[in-house]
Each structure stands twice: as C-alpha cells, then as structure tokens.
C-alpha cells in the first residue's frame, strides 16, 4: 500500500503540471478531463478517482499556481530597505500575472480549496510582513490592513486590465502609474520628524506584540484605539 502513495502522487502531479501547460498555451478552453489524460498518457478515469471532477482539477492547478508565485517571492530580508522591499514585491505580483496570464485569471477567479487557500495566505503573510516593516520605519501613513488590502486589490487589477489588452498595444506604464498613486496614499515622503496622530498609531501599531508590560486584553485594546486613530 505505501509504494502506492508516491504513485498516485506522482500521476497528480503530472495530471496537474500537464493541465498547467494545456491552460498557458492553449486557453482554458483546451482543458478537458479528455485532453489533459490523453497529454499525460492516463485513463480518463484516473482523473475522476485523483481530483472527482474537472472543478477538482482545476482546483489543483490554481494551487499549483500559488506555490509557482511562491517561489520566486523573495524572502524578507533585515538589511532591505523596507520601501524598496515593498515595491519589489509589487514588481513580482504583476510581472507573475503578466508571464502566467491565464493561470493568473484561474488563481483569482476559482474558489480556492483548502489546500490552494493555505498557499495563498502563505503569500499573503509575507505581504503583511512587508507592510509591517515599512510601518515600523515609520514609513506608513494608513493602518497596515488598510495598506495590504489596497496594494493586493490595485495590483491584481491592473494585472487583469493589462493581460486583457493586445499585447501589442498594452500600455507598459498603467502598473508604474498605479504604484505611484497606491504609494502616494499609503506611504509618507519619509520618515516624519513631526509625526501626526494616525502616523504614529500606524508605527506603535506595527511593534504592539513587542511591547512588554501588556496583558493578551490591554494589548488587544490598544490596537483597537490605534487603528481607530489611523483610520481617523
């Protein structure tokens, strides 16, 4: 039974990379339960018993998806300026989408499974990290959910509109123009000698686990009238 395991994961993984290549260079359209067996030399039916159905399918694709984006995230390191290290990450989301159009459109459009949900919280977690970063440097002007949510939401669109555009008229400057105007609200010119209120929350917020003296409640009710005051 054990050297049966590493089989089945081993058709898997082929199905899932067969199915990945099927859908970057001939659409989704050309992702068939039919198409892809026949590409990785199965049963059809291996497909129903591995994945249930298609949806299953495609549900591992999009996990496979993430792990690719992944893996060409840069760890974040102490040394990086954490601006730099910021609009590094933002250079990667977009450059991903524009290389992987249509695994792109599948990993933002399919309801992730458990599995492929992890992956991406995992991505999510190293975009927070950065954030925080930049608000420890006092570098951050809005709370730092508020900042993770307008960099995800801004760069998976401009990724959409870009990779729904000719490439031969695609306009190269959109994601540049939409960094600029994402940073402009979200970071300050430097790190203020003069801090307002909702700045300085941002930056206490940001180190609020390592302050010492705090019981789990008095912390967590910190945070709440820090975020009040950055939202403020």
Known sequence: MADLIPARDSTRARLVEVAAQLLATQ???????????E?????APTIYRIFGDKAGLLDAVAEFGFARYMEQKHP???DDDPVDNLRAGWELHIGF???NPELFRLMHTTVASPEGQAVADAGGAVLLERVRRVAKAGR??????RAVELIRSAGTGVVFTLIDQPRETRDASLADLAWAAVAAVILT???????SAAAAAVTISASLSELQGF????????GEWLDRIARG
């Open 189 to 195: 010119e430097a790190a203020p000698t003069v801090w």
């Open 215 to 222: 019981t789990e409640s008095e912390r967590a009710l910190l």
């Open 140 to 145: 951050l002007r809005v709370a730092e959910h």
């Open 39 to 43: 590409a990785a030399d199965v049963q």
């Open 76 to 78: 974040v390191e102490a």
């Open 27 to 37: 659409g989704p359209d050309a992702v068939t339960t039919r198409s892809v067996a």
């Open 97 to 99: 989408g524009l290389e």
